[in-house]
């Protein structure tokens, strides 16, 4: 027994007094000092009773410490549950009781909304702070800086991250150490990182864009990032001259495409622009060459199966397209309704397999067997056509999902709290194109036939349980929601009915 991601991503660093991040503030962190505050952490968490397996759920800030924690988790055989920090009580108040975690750690900000979940579920309340100060930091410093490695096997959990689902119960995806190191070391191989790679980091880290794919990365190379609390112009732009390589959402790259400052001169030290979690236009893709000669390689993957495929590094970076299955990682194309294997060149379910799929959905069986195969083949759920070439397309969403700048939408989350107010009849919860998010939320709500809709008061149930980017940015009164001759809501419809709400 080994602890397959300590072993492959962090021992051979433990000493190295390379620098492991660069911060917003001009401070560097050496590989040397950033294990010893893990170390702190694996402590830390073994002395408030976590055992091996035992879940940490964290909604904190991105930060050193967030990073220090989570691998300090790792290290000591905790599973860790990060929490987009835009998610309400309400909705943290459901991972913490879905998972059984032990520990919430939360800003202080958040300390007295979150109280009472905690209470109620049984877990010690801790904070962390984005600028390095709370409960837990505090506590870590009084731990030894070197701790034991907690024995795991392969097939043991790393970490839990939820996704949410069309039925709008979120599932919470059991990620691997071998699903985690599989990955980190596919596409580290194939996207060419060394030690001498300076990423620029300016993603969130409770997703697996920003935590694995980024930060692993990194850490197969033993090479260094930028590291910024959040998507930042102005900081990005002084940052990139010394970045040799980027990871970001579309929403980034068409940011900096909008900003003047961003020329080919900055971006001379760069060797690999990389994209994912969302579709790329093929119109980014060129105008983004036309400023800088780079040409983007855009990727594709999932909470549930890490990354799957992606464009060459030396080949042809294909716009408009995913590319390729990466290496250990097999593809076959699917009928939605009978499973059968479809001819190349038609379009069908994409279904992914290998070391890189998880282990299935948290205490939900069922759903596992929905969507994961007896073969080991995982229903991704995207449409997809293969060209003469090879290259994957994403040509639709099998699914009822919305993507605004790289976060996932499930209208039926929305349209469950609408459809609870007053006056409403029924919803339906569209994505319509936005110039900055990609997609944006748009509801179309069938009012009762006497009653009045108060907007207002719509909105204040909105806020009160969904996080800030699942709102919808427009609500349309209607009579009656358009029906198909089975009865079935026409999405499609709308969608294209409110195509133009958000673009000139
Ligand atoms: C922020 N807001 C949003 C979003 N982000 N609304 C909708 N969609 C969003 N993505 C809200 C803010 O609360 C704010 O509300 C208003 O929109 C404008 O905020 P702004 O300052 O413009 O936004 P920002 O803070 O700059 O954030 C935009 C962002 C960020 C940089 C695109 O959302 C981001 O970092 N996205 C990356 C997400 C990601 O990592 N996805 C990977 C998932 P107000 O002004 O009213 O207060 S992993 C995945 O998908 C798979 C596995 C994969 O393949 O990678
Ligand atoms: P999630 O697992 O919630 O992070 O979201 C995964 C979903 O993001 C996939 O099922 C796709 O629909 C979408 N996605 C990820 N990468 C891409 C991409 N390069 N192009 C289009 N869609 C993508």
Not at 30 to 44: E, H, P, Q
Not at 148 to 174: E, F, I
Not at 246 to 272: E, H, Q, S, W
Not at 457 to 469: D, G, I, N, R, S
Request: charged content about 25%.
């Amino acid at each position: 027994m080994a602890n397959l991601i300590f072993d492959t991503l962090m021992r051979p660093w433990r000493k190295s007094e390379n620098v492991f991040l660069y911060l917003q503030d001009g401070e560097t962190i050496r590989y040397s000092t950033f294990f010893g505050r893990v170390a702190r952490y694996a402590n830390l968490v073994t002395e408030l009773g976590l055992e091996p397996g035992d879940r940490l759920a964290a909604q904190v800030g991105k930060s050193p410490e967030t990073l220090a924690l989570y691998l300090g988790c790792i290290q000591a055989g905790v599973v860790f549950l990060p929490l987009n920090t835009a998610y309400t009580p309400a909705e943290v108040s459901y991972f913490v009781e879905d998972s059984g975690a032990r520990v919430l750690v939360c800003d202080t900000t958040c300390q007295k909304g979150l109280m009472p979940i905690a209470q109620a579920c049984n877990a010690q309340l801790m904070t962390l702070n984005e600028d390095g100060s709370g409960s837990l930091p505090a506590q870590a410093s009084l731990q030894r800086a070197d701790a034991p490695v907690v024995a795991r096997n392969d097939d043991d959990l790393a970490a839990l991250l939820y996704t949410s689902g069309t039925t709008g119960r979120s599932k919470g995806a059991m990620l691997s150490h071998r699903n985690l190191t599989s990955n980190a070391r596919v596409l580290k191989e194939l996207w060419q990182f060394e030690d001498r790679d300076v990423l620029m980091h300016a993603l969130p880290i409770y997703h697996t864009h920003g935590l694995f794919v980024a930060t692993f990365v990194t850490l197969a190379a033993g090479g260094s990032m930028v590291f910024l609390p959040k998507f930042n112009l102005d900081a990005m732009c002084s940052f990139l001259p010394q970045a040799t390589s980027m990871m970001g959402v579309p929403t980034f790259y068409t940011r900096l495409l909008d900003d003047p400052r961003f020329t080919a001169d900055l971006t001379k030290n760069m060797r690999l622009f990389i994209s994912g979690s969302a579709p790329l236009l093929a119109e980014t893709h060129r105008q983004f060459e036309d400023r800088t000669g780079h040409r983007i390689l855009e990727r594709y993957g999932m909470t549930e199966t890490n990354m799957s495929t992606s464009n060459p590094y030396d080949g042809e970076r294909r716009a408009g397209t995913v590319g390729f299955p990466l290496p250990g990682v097999e593809t076959r194309i699917t009928a939605p309704e009978t499973g059968e294997l479809l001819p190349d060149g038609e379009i069908g379910v994409l279904e992914v397999r290998g070391d890189n799929v998880f282990n299935g959905y948290w205490n939900m069986p069922e759903k596992t067997r929905e969507e994961l195969r007896e073969n080991g083949f995982f229903i991704t759920g995207d449409l997809v056509q293969k060209d003469e070439d090879g290259y994957i397309q994403i040509v639709g969403r099998g699914k009822d999902l919305i993507i605004s700048g790289g976060f996932n939408i499930y209208p039926k989350e929305v349209e469950q709290v609408l459809d609870d107010q007053p006056g409403v009849l029924e919803t339906a919860v569209v994505g319509v194109p936005h110039p900055d998010f990609g997609e944006t939320v748009v509801a179309v709500i069938a009012r009762t036939s006497d009653d009045v809709v108060d907007l207002e008061q719509l909105k204040e149930a909105v806020t009160a349980k969904l996080a800030k980017f699942k709102h919808p940015r427009k609500y349309v009164v209607i009579d009656a929601l358009p029906r198909n001759t089975m009865g079935k809501v026409q999405k499609n419809a709308l969608r294209d009915e409110y195509k133009n709400l958000f673009m000139q």
